[in-house]
């Protein structure tokens, strides 16, 4: 079974502090995602990598950036988190663009 | 600009009775259509998908139906069961693009027992 993996559950954050996601898969992936999920709005693609060191901006990149180092990793950074980056955070990844597999999530409040 | 769209935002069905859930696209460009199911505090998981090709397509209880001059697809449950209570997210994907998967706002389906 593909495992998709994120640091945390829960995150509370001050606002302007910098803000680390981590996301791990262990299925030798080559796409990985970020997404939010907000009420009503449905899950929205932040950024998205289909190789080491290369990343595409997804529909709402603003206000954040990625880092994949290593194949089986992505982390979304929020360089200066604001209120509005309060949200459930999703990572994904697949073999292809189209079924993607899901981390668990982080809720992340920013205060 | 909501590309794909999920006009229900919530749905209530006797547990035995058929569910069925819509989604609209406005994108001509899309070919391939997913579903998605939800259960809280955890990540979406793949449901079904279909091709542009096919204007249904089955798995057990769950059978998605494609009318592309409609633009709409639909996911049938039948006999929906307590366990299926989660929500449901379409999503479209349009090949000759960068293949991204564009996601609707999603249906709470609750089964009452």
């Known amino acids: 079974d593909v495992k998709v993996t994120q640091s945390s559950r829960y995150l509370v954050k001050r606002t302007g502090e910098k803000v680390f996601l981590e996301c791990v898969q262990d299925m030798d992936h080559e796409n990985m995602f970020w997404y939010r999920q907000d009420p009503g709005l449905g899950l929205r693609l932040i950024y998205f990598?289909?190789?080491?060191?290369?990343?595409e901006k997804g529909d709402i990149p603003e206000g954040y950036s990625v880092s994949r180092e290593k194949k089986e990793r992505f982390s979304l950074i929020l360089e200066s988190a604001s209120t509005n980056q309060t949200s459930m955070y999703l990572c994904a990844s697949s073999h292809d663009f189209y079924e993607q597999y899901f981390g668990p999530g982080t809720r992340l409040t920013v205060t | 600009d909501q590309q794909v769209k999920q006009n229900s935002p919530s749905l209530s069905v006797q547990e035995g009775r058929i569910s069925i859930l819509n989604c609209d696209y406005t994108n001509s460009m899309f070919d391939y259509f997913l579903w998605y199911k939800k259960y809280p505090a955890e990540g979406p998981t793949f449901l079904i998908s279909?091709?542009?090709?096919?204007d249904k397509n089955e798995d057990g209880r769950f059978t998605v139906f494609l009318n592309k001059s409609a633009k709409h697809l639909s996911l049938h449950i039948v006999p929906s069961q307590p366990g299926d209570s989660a929500v449901y997210f379409c999503a479209a994907s349009a090949r000759n693009g960068n293949e991204k998967l564009t996601f609707g706002t999603g249906t709470r389906l609750t089964i009452i027992p």
């Open positions: 279909i091709s542009s090709i096919k």
């Open positions: 990598s289909y190789d080491v060191k290369m990343k």
